[in-house]
């Protein structure tokens, strides 16, 4: 059975950085799209950025263009989102998603989760 395991999250200054890892197991990575998603408190999910199967496409939300990037590395199991010039609207909890049938900032066409990482952007 496909499963994601996030990890990474933690406390961080405005200006700071952190990277977070999505490991996927279950399923040959290679294989999968993969998207990373945020929900703060009181707020809908929404889609950060998303990676295809062999790293050719990546797509990012406005919000988080030139900050975040998304990598993979196949061998490892792992997709990785490098969160740069962290913003204190940052602060949510992340997840990694697989399972759609095409790449999506809809957090709706996912069918696998993870359970989430807490990213908190304080002073």
């Known amino acids: 059975q496909l499963q994601l395991v996030e990890s990474g999250g933690g406390l961080v200054q405005p200006g700071g950085s952190l990277r977070l890892s999505c490991v996927v197991s279950?399923?040959?990575?290679?294989?999968?799209?993969i998207g990373w998603f945020r929900q703060a408190p009181g707020k809908e999910r929404e889609g950060v950025s998303l990676i295809n199967s062999d790293s050719s496409n990546t797509w990012y939300a406005a919000s988080v263009k030139g900050r975040f990037t998304i990598s993979r590395d196949n061998v490892k199991s792992t997709v990785y989102l490098q969160m740069d010039s962290l913003q204190l609207e940052d602060t949510a909890v992340y997840y990694c998603a697989a399972g759609a049938a095409r790449p999506s900032m809809n957090p709706d066409e996912w069918a696998f989760w993870g359970q989430g990482t807490q990213v908190t952007v304080s002073s």
């Open positions: 279950g399923y040959n990575l290679d294989r999968l799209g």
